[in-house]
């Protein structure tokens, strides 16, 4: 037996359904403080440095998760030539 079932439902209708938090004007505040950095840095512009604030807590996670992930691919390659 299978079952469909569909719902029409727009982004934000979506989002407080699943009672996500509405971060619009969060984002709204970054793309401005963004933007103003560009514009006030054009020269010396650098992504990376203009984000460094925002993905600190992210790095680190980040780079447990690829630690993780290339410790098991490793540990399955070594497993096949074991045999």
């Known amino acids: 037996m299978k079952i469909s079932v569909d719902v029409d439902l ?3 209708e979506f989002r407080r359904t ?3 938090p509405d971060v ?3 984002q709204k505040e970054l793309v401005e403080q963004f933007r ?3 514009l006030n840095g054009a020269d010396g512009y650098d992504a990376l440095s203009l984000m460094q604030p925002y993905l600190n807590s992210g790095l680190n996670s980040m780079e447990a998760m690829q630690k993780a992930f290339f410790g098991m691919m490793t540990s399955n390659t070594s ?4 045999k």
């Open 24 to 26: 619009s004007e969060i």
């Open 18 to 20: 699943l009672g996500l």
């Open 36 to 38: 103003q950095q560009m």
């Open 79 to 82: 497993d096949k030539n074991d």
């Open 10 to 12: 727009t982004p934000e």
